[in-house]
């Protein structure tokens, strides 16, 4: 084998040890895997170089985050907040480990049912709105998108919309959810009225 050919080999072999974002215990540890892995592949890769692949407004606090001195998830996020995180993600089956003991992602199809409410479905939504929140003030505008729609409703028409909006989540997740995908993103979707007082209503958990 030519040296040609042993760098080409050892080329390869470097690209398919690609981290895995499912077999990183945590965000940094992944990022921390992901620059390790570049600089071997090229070693003039930098942080300044990953910090502007990821639209970080400092390449500072992205060797912050990697050197684990800051945390990627915000301050409402603790170590042991993820790790309660990914035990019930084992235990629901939506992820487990591999022959070689890493996580990885269980293929489903996961979404919330629209017409069902519960007190663990309304948990799960506060959340999802919180972090919704904090992406406002820590994402770049190129990685988000939020947009809202205020006009005059027949309220009669609720049922429709909400069948609407479902069958284009629908269509978005068809569309756009990819198993080798390097990222999770959230999309959420919000229909309710704002010319009322907020007030404490108790739901049936189930529409028929």
Known sequence: MSLLQAQSAQSSDLTKMRPSVFSAISV???LRQYFEWRKRIQPT???RMLSKKLDFRSHSLLAMIVRGERNPLG????SSMVQDAIERLLRSGLLEFDQQGNLKKVTLVTRTRPFITTAAMRSYQKQMLQ?????IEAQAVSRRLFMNSMMPFNSQDTDDAKEMIAEF???FRTRFSSPGGD???LLG???FHITEPPATVTEPTERH
């Open 45 to 47: 890769f930098s942080l």
């Open 183 to 185: 990222t999770v993103y």
């Open 131 to 135: 972090r919704a929140s904090v992406s």
């Open 169 to 171: 989540v629908e269509k």
């Open 189 to 191: 979707t919000h229909l």
């Open 28 to 30: 940094d540890d992944f």
């Open 75 to 78: 301050p409402t996020v603790s």
